[in-house]
């Protein structure tokens, strides 16, 4: 993992002072809130339907186990004794009071942690591939470029007050984890035929009112180029991006009201005008980078096999562990989503508990998941069982990894202010109405999203089963769309019709699941029946 | 009738307007009248209060009872974490925000 060198930590401190001063003169009076919101929004603190939001980012989802303890430590100490993973990869505490928010970035600053990036209208905190470095799919390890570019990003004057808010995503695989298309701008390493590594740029993705799936712009941008290239995009956006209509104001709009090739032509010029000004890190400082992220010391000639005669265990190992690029090492995937839980939340001890068990088989390494999930990339296959003994115990065995129970919400009204309706309520309903294991795993992957207003945190968009609430005459109603994917194969989805009331969406729910069962040939995820057979079929189910 | 929210300046707390100061429960809320802009721009320039804004409710029974369902799911806490609600003893409580 990467560490603070002496001037990541003498900005993040002189931040956390910063902020200290700022709190104190608004606590004192000498600060209106109109003065004050900017401030606290830029170091993450957000004023939520209950409390203060505090938003931490975990940059590029990667944390060890001394930061991981301390996220439960401030759960603990300054919340409500749990936190909530985020789809954006970070972690958010919802009862922060005023008063505590200096001391919590305090004790975030000593084991390098920030709320830096996580609000207003910057380039957000970067998120990637969660099995970066350990996914045997891997052309390149995305993690030495997602930190270059958290350097370059932080505090870039230039893109500090863009248009809107500027989510970023990187991978380094074919396999698509991260929901990259579907970002302001998705990166992808890719390799060319002469074997060459290369970025390949997508632009102008994105959910929300008008979600749109970004085209390629750049497609083999050489990767000591990555950051001019950036640069490029941004410019561009930064200049023409509109800022008179915030709902217009994303560069997705940009890109799709002036065209891919224009946007491409503008870009390309402005990256030769760049190259001549020679913005690139030295080659150096990338590998200075890589450094950090090299392999752990992975054992070898290590046995690959596994004891599943546990039948409870056996299903786990099925559904929540993947391959690993070292022979006889697993990566698991920790859900957070028992039934009829919160996706997403877990308590202090069962952060801490993941803090161990990183720093105990994991070559203390944690992953957040855009999935709102935890991952442990590197496990030996001889400690799995062990391993997952120590998860059942605390509440964290859950054997759901996409599947129907796997949800995705956003905190919707029980906690946002923006929300139009509960998403949390929904999602704890058809986790208990899918309860049964063995029904989920007949219904096979199946990935059910849920936003509780158009803004799309919950990602409804993408969702092969979405879900959106809305607010109709102060009455909570869900729309179900069908369809929609996040993957290689990204798509939107489509809204089936009416909207229904919190019980009605959870049986459309199980009427889709139905016509899925019936129809499906052999092999089909739900996704792939419906693109085969179409919406007649649902709607007629549903509504008939 | 028209009642006074926001959240406190340090706690962040939900709180109404008692006519004499704040509380953090909905049913201490006063009606404010049709013209609370002094009310709430007093208050806010005290620093007692940020966000604060008026919301339309109603006296059902004993209790004061917000119109919309966000400014009912403010007044008892998320209806997920009835623990961590007001109404914590009380199982039904997310019953009222409905």
Request: one cysteine or more; charged letters at 25%; a negative charge.
């Amino acid at each position: 993992m990467y560490q603070y060198d002496q001037y990541d930590q003498a900005m993040v401190d002189a931040r956390v002072a910063e902020f200290r001063d700022q709190v104190n003169r608004r606590l004192a009076g000498e600060m209106t809130e109109d003065q004050f919101k900017p401030l606290r929004l830029k170091n993450g603190l957000y004023l939520q339907l209950h409390a203060y939001m505090l938003r931490v980012a975990v940059p590029y989802g990667t944390l060890n186990s001394a930061q991981m303890r301390m996220l439960g430590d401030i759960a603990d100490k300054y919340d409500r004794g749990y936190g909530h993973f985020t789809t954006r990869q970070n972690i958010q505490y919802n009862w922060i009071k005023l008063e505590d928010a200096a001391d919590i970035l305090a004790d975030l600053a000593s084991v390098e942690m920030h709320a830096i990036q996580t609000s207003g209208n910057c380039i957000r905190n970067t998120t990637a591939d969660q099995f970066a470095g350990a996914a045997a799919d891997e052309v390149e390890d995305p993690r030495p470029y997602a930190e270059l570019l958290r350097q370059w990003s932080t505090f870039h004057p230039e893109f500090d007050y863009l248009p809107r808010k500027f989510k970023i995503a990187i991978i380094g695989s074919d396999t698509d984890r991260a929901a990259m298309k579907l970002h302001d701008i998705g990166i992808q390493i890719v390799k060319n035929e002469a074997g060459e590594i290369g970025c390949r740029f997508y632009v102008g993705g994105g959910m929300g009112r008008t979600p749109m799936i970004a085209p390629v712009i750049g497609d083999f941008v050489p990767p000591l180029q990555m950051i001019s290239y950036l640069e490029a995009c941004l410019r561009v956006y930064n200049r023409y991006g509109r800022r008179d209509n915030k709902y217009k104001a994303r560069i997705k709009i940009l890109v799709h009201e002036i065209g891919a090739d224009e946007y491409r032509r503008q870009v390309e010029e402005e990256f030769a005008h760049i190259l001549t000004l020679g913005l690139e890190p030295p080659p150096a400082e990338l590998e200075r980078i890589k450094g950090y992220f090299a392999d752990p010391g992975f054992e070898t000639g290590l046995s690959g096999d596994i004891d599943r005669s546990d039948p409870d265990f056996a299903l786990w190992l099925d559904q929540n562990v993947h391959a690993h690029k070292q022979p006889g090492y697993a990566i698991v995937t920790i859900s957070l989503k028992p039934t009829g839980g919160i996706p997403g939340d877990a308590s202090a001890d069962q952060i801490r508990l993941m803090a161990d068990l990183a720093k105990a088989h994991s070559f203390d390494e944690l992953r957040v998941t855009h999935a709102q999930n935890i991952v442990l990339p590197h496990v030996k296959k001889a400690d799995l069982y062990a391993l997952w003994q120590k998860l059942d115990a605390a509440g964290l065995a859950s054997a759901n990894l996409d599947l129907i129970s796997d949800i995705i919400a956003c905190p919707g009204l029980d906690y946002c202010s923006l929300a139009n309706a509960r998403s949390i309520p929904v999602a704890q309903k058809i986790s208990e109405r899918f309860a049964d294991l063995g029904r989920q795993r007949e219904l096979g992957e199946l990935k059910l999203k849920i936003s509780g207003c158009i803004n799309a945190c919950g990602h409804h968009h993408a969702g092969h089963i979405g879900i959106l609430g809305v607010d109709r005459k102060g009455v909570e109603n869900y729309q179900l769309l069908l369809g929609g994917s996040e993957g290689a194969d990204t798509s939107l989805g489509t809204i089936t019709g009416p909207g229904f009331n919190e019980d009605g969406i959870v049986d459309a729910v199980e009427k889709a699941t139905d016509v899925y069962l019936a129809q499906r040939t052999d092999g089909e995820r739900f996704l792939d029946t419906y693109r085969r057979i179409g919406m007649a079929p649902f709607k007629e189910a549903i509504y008939g | 009738m028209k009642v006074l929210t926001g959240n406190d300046l340090k706690t962040g707390d939900v709180i109404w307007w008692t006519g004499e100061g704040w509380s953090r429960h909905v049913n201490d809320a006063v009606d404010a009248g049709e013209h609370p802009e002094a009310i709430l721009a007093r208050e806010e320039a005290a620093q007692r209060v940020v966000g604060s804004y008026a919301i339309d409710a109603a006296v059902t029974g004993e209790c004061v009872r917000p119109a919309h369902i966000k400014e009912r799911i403010r007044a008892l806490g998320p209806t997920v974490r009835l623990d961590l609600s007001l109404k914590p003893a009380d199982p039904a409580a997310g019953n009222w925000v409905i």
